[in-house]
């Protein structure tokens, strides 16, 4: 089979999706003629015309809002903030708007759009350009949150947000654009919002993440695994809802359990896991339950992101942590 | 029908009837109403009007929540809804009720709003109507979105957006207006300026003149009509309408009218302007004005608008009795309208809320 | 001593400090001449002088955007946001701007502001007038985030956060308003922030709660103690940054843990307070933790919010449900 | 000193030194300028070309971040910045690196912003100016927050705040500027129009003719100017903030610039526009035309053009040699300034951090 990255894999969900469903549209910032800052949508300008992507005006909210407007009448909008950094601006079109407006009007109206933005880091970029906000969206009932790990299931899972019909916002870890080629049908699939991954399996310990730190949590992993301790892996892949059920199987199963993910600690999507098994797994937690994570500051200068961010050695020490208590 | 547009500057005020009741004639003429169409502009002025204050009283009567009323308002809300098709999308806020009941929605409906039921704010399956909008300019850019789909779609509709003079300080307007002008939309934004947010008089809001004048910054026309003066109202939106039916671009009316009641019920108007800035304002009323122009065309007497008032009463009347009989609907629907289908923590949720209220 | 609703005690704390400190000022919707929709700040224009305070264009972004440059120059501004509903189009303003730039400028600015809005239900209001969403701001560092439950706590507790070199947001259950008087102090006085309150000892659960659920969560814990069941009570005052140290004592001594607040579970305040637990405490958990709060949707009509919200019933549901494990 | 602002309507473009070096002899007279200044002005276009050049380099080299140049935008910086006191302010975006260093900023302190170095973004303590902002419009209302409190001290200090044409796209701006016009507070508000906002020309951007008229919005002065004309800058800059200052109320100034290179070093412009666009404007380049004005006044030779530049270039090559030997600061500070004084978990934190990299 052919390999794709990530950003190929996400550029031709869209491109699929827009072959197959004229009302699939785009629109953001610099996704036209330029094809986006990272190119996930280079060459669907020129492909599908400037009735179907569009360069909007520098204006989230707007962009967030006239999207809104385009779901409700019929439009399947796909929409790009071009850092996740600047989705703060769109907060009342996306958790006020968008994701109550099939509940405003008792089931009259839905929001069927798709909200890609880049994010997290050790890419090195300015001020608030990698910063992982996914957790503000996770206390918005109304929405979906999808974060893939890898082209297959980026290709799957934008596919399927495309055909929700309720708002999806799908954080693609900028790192990860163009880290690896990997097999990737070329026919379009759809893989489940709301499920996890089981992406390698161990009894010794469960440790739960999304996103930009899945490869390193898996080699942490395998650097396990010659030693003898066999780590189960899940990549979470949608953090809202949140598939509770993966994880309790599997921390009955570990009795342990890390959670590692890039945004800040306080208030973070580890902590919603972390309280779910402590109400529904609690007699079968053998220890404590340790979160690797962003530290309790603002995202970093760049000299300092790769030790701010969870990595090799934080992982590893966090699950000697975990292994610790007998 | 005249060109407005080319002839008026945005911070000219727009007006065929004034205040006494007399009118342009050439103006009106050019209009060339039919005698249906005015007396259908009279019947829901009045009807709104009586609404209106219906409502405040069953609010005293703590039979609904929060309202806010509209009276004073009724030639632009008029105005602007008749001139619309009933395949053109309206835009609300909290302050239209009249003229989302003119464009579908019943009396009961509304009512189930207010009483805070759940589905009070589900528009009618076929009224191109959007919900009730409770953030102050949220709204701007979801109708912008809504004629953007019209014209991508190649439909034949218009757009109208309905906001205050408040709404216009928000960024989502800005951001809104500059979109329908960049992507050239069928749509009309139709602000009534009726001079107060809240206990923010127009003063304070902005230091422009007027709102109309706000077009200028996006390219775009700007229009202020008399907000009082329903023809008026009816004249300017009709040709925006039309002018953004034949793709040739969006339009901002600022309609200028006035607040009579307090902002909301929760609202008391006494704390912050004086008696004599509403009686002045009284004195433009839309609808004494329009009953006068009637009567002088003869297309009113006064026997026939105390049989409309009397008529008007009772069927709000007998809406309340009627609606006041409706049973709430099941308090777990709320779970039911989040997503299209509950994920299974929200089922889970919604079994043991279900199971709790059924005990 | 004279006896004040909590909304006197927060316009005193306000009086008082803009008669010391000169640089103090309000700006917000409605809050001038009208006093602001519920009063908060009845009079002092007229007190203070338009000078002093603001009523403002109807633009939150643009109210907090200038107190972040008035702090910047020298002023200590009182922003208020009408209801917390609205705050969503200020989240960059008070996230990626007021939280940062302490940081941002290596410490050479401060913003020392405060962010005064009305929240909670039970009070019949319109959509989006009731909505609890302190923990969106729980997950921003840089900001503290202060929940009064009572006039004392209040008139301290804002007097303190006027007081602060950071920006503070102080959330106030509108409910709680005029909903009793109590005794407040003439004088000026300064309650700690990030410092919890042990409202009501016990030994057999801990109820950590905060705002407009602490009069609820107090009385139930009364109607157990009549059965002879001690139950501690936390008002934790502060949620960021949490007192983790009174919420770690009271769970080794008690042994169990319920969480009660209004915000949807998901995401919460409650989600971090028990991971918290999880992590620290959970050799002294004798059963599963128990949050109650709003459920996952967006906040309901009001013929459904008394049903929605945590409530005497559902408290002591919960109560009996983390008893009930041996 | 000419009141440009009554004679001058904001869809026209103010110049007084054009394309080929040719000046308006009277508004050249009417500014009456000492050759101190006009030399100044040379210093920095040219150096801060050097500088920006110099920069793109050291990015292609790997030995410095994502770097936004400015080149083709010296004469909108230095005209605008000259303008200025020490006392008055500057609230910049990330493209003003220039106007940054006018007013106090070291290349030393620039570069260890471009390195990534904690505190990189901390102005000197006796330089009256923001931290580079990031986000599209976030400063606008900041700096009329700090213009505000200048009037409220009642200083004598007047803030000017920059932006480009994408910003004014923001709610941000829209709110910044409404409230400037309300609270009549001494700002102006200073847009580069360099044509292009990333990839997106300026004719994407709004539908407005041009920016400038945008002021009308908030009944706010609009003026238009030659952003390549650095008399014209200076002129137009200078005459705002002396109506600001003297509590005359905002300007908001629309400099016509070009952006000569890709947005940052991230950017690649020939994906989107062409040779002869650039081309065009390169024509008009601001320093070519002031030096072309400096040597027909006897003020400047290219003799001593060429000494400034190579002394230029070796005090920038020692400033980033001398910078690439300073140490990091030490990475826990990123601990240090989260607030006044971190709280518990905070402390807990900074020192498990602290440890692990101190093992
Ligand atoms: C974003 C937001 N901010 C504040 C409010 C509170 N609020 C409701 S109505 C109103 C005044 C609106 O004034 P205007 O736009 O003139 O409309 P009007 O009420 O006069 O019809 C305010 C401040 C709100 N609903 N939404
Ligand atoms: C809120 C926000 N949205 C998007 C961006 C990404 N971005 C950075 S610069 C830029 C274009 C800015 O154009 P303009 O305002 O004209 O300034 P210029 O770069 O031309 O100086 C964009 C879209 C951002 N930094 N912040
Ligand atoms: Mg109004
Ligand atoms: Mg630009």
């Not at chain 1, 999507?269 to 109400?279: D, F, K, L, N, P």
């Not at chain 2, 005698?35 to 219906?54: P, T, V």
């Not at chain 2, 929060?66 to 030639?75: N, V």
Request: aromatic letters at 8%; glycine letters at 8%; charged letters at 25%.
């Amino acid at each position: 089979m052919r390999k794709l990255t990530m950003i190929e894999a996400i550029r031709e969900a869209m491109e699929q999706e827009m072959e197959k469903d004229q009302n699939v549209i785009i629109l953001g910032e610099d996704v036209g003629v330029n094809g986006g800052v990272f190119r996930a949508t280079d060459g669907l300008q020129k492909k599908f015309g400037e009735d179907r992507v569009f360069d909007t005006p520098l204006a989230e909210s707007g962009i967030i809002g006239t999207a809104v407007g385009l779901a409700m009448n019929g439009m399947r909008p796909i929409a790009e903030i071009q850092f996740l950094g600047f989705i703060y601006q769109t907060m009342d079109q996306i958790c006020a708007q968008a994701a109550r407006m099939r509940y405003r009007s008792g089931g009259r109206f839905t929001v069927p759009m798709v909200i890609r933005s880049p994010f997290s880091g050790n890419v090195r970029s300015p001020e608030l350009h990698s910063d992982s906000l996914e957790a503000l969206f996770m206390h918005s009932p109304g929405l979906k949150v999808v974060i893939p790990s890898n082209p297959y299931d980026a290709k799957g899972l934008l596919i399927s947000a495309i055909r929700e019909e309720d708002p999806v916002l799908f954080f693609e870890p900028m790192k990860l654009y163009r880290s690896s080629r990997e097999e990737v049908p070329e026919e379009p699939y759809e893989i489940p919002i709301g499920k996890a991954s089981v992406i390698k399996e161990g009894e010794d310990a469960t440790i739960a993440t999304y996103g930009g730190t899945v490869p390193m949590v898996l080699k942490t992993a395998q650097a396990f695994q010659e030693k003898g301790i066999n780590l189960e892996v899940i990549d979470l892949r949608t953090i809202s809802p949140i598939d509770t059920e993966a994880i309790k199987e599997s921390v009955d199963k570990t009795g342990r359990l890390m959670i590692v993910h890039e945004a800040v600690k306080t208030g973070g999507v580890g902590a919603e896991i972390a309280t779910i098994v402590s109400e529904e797994c609690l007699y079968s937690l053998a220890a404590p339950i340790v979160r690797v994570t962003g530290y309790d500051t603002p995202y970093p200068v760049q000299t300092v992101e790769d030790d701010w961010l969870p990595n090799v050695e934080r992982i590893t020490e966090g699950v000697e942590n975990l292994l610790s208590y007998q | 029908m005249i060109n407005i547009f080319e002839k008026h500057q945005p911070t000219e005020m727009y007006q065929i009837v004034n205040e006494r009741g007399e009118y342009n004639e050439a103006a009106l003429n050019d209009l060339n109403l039919n005698n249906e169409l005015l007396q259908n502009m009279h019947y829901w002025m009045l009807k709104g009007r009586i609404m209106d204050q219906r409502f405040l009283k069953l609010h005293r009567q703590g039979r609904i929540g929060t309202y806010g009323p509209f009276s004073g308002q009724e030639a632009a809300q008029v105005g602007s809804a008749l001139a619309l098709s009933k395949t053109d999308w309206v835009v609300p806020s909290y302050r239209e009720s009249l003229v989302s009941m003119i464009h579908g929605t019943s009396l009961k409906q509304f009512l189930s709003y207010l009483k805070g039921y759940f589905g009070g704010n589900r528009p009618p399956e076929d009224a191109k109507l959007f919900p009730i909008q409770v953030i102050i300019a949220g709204q701007v850019p979801h109708a912008v979105g809504c004629a953007w789909a019209s014209k991508l779609k190649k439909e034949d509709s218009v757009t109208t957006v309905y906001f205050g003079d408040g709404a216009t300080s928000q960024g989502d307007f800005h951001e809104g207006l500059n979109f329908a002008a960049v992507y050239n939309v069928p749509i009309v934004f139709f602000c009534q300026n009726n001079q107060w947010a809240i206990s923010t008089p127009f003063e304070k809001q902005t230091t422009s003149e007027t709102i109309a004048q706000k077009a200028i910054a996006y390219g775009m026309k700007g229009v202020r009509v008399d907000g009082n003066d329903v023809l008026a109202c009816y004249q300017v939106a009709k040709e925006a309408i039309e002018k953004a039916r034949k793709g040739e671009g969006p339009t901002l009316i600022e309609a200028v009218t006035y607040r009579r009641e307090s902002h909301t019920t929760a609202d008391d108007w006494t704390k912050y302007r004086s008696q004599e800035d509403v009686d002045a304002w009284v004195k433009k009323d839309p609808i004494v004005r329009f009953e006068r122009f009637l009567m002088n065309k003869g297309l009113l007497t006064t026997e026939r608008k105390e049989e409309m008032v009397k008529q008007f009463e009772e069927e709000i009347e007998k809406a309340v009795k009627d609606f006041e009989g409706t049973p709430l609907p099941p308090a777990h629907e709320t779970f039911d309208y989040v997503y299209e289908k509950p994920h299974p923590q929200l089922l889970k949720q919604r079994e043991e809320f279900k199971n709790r209220l059924e005990r």
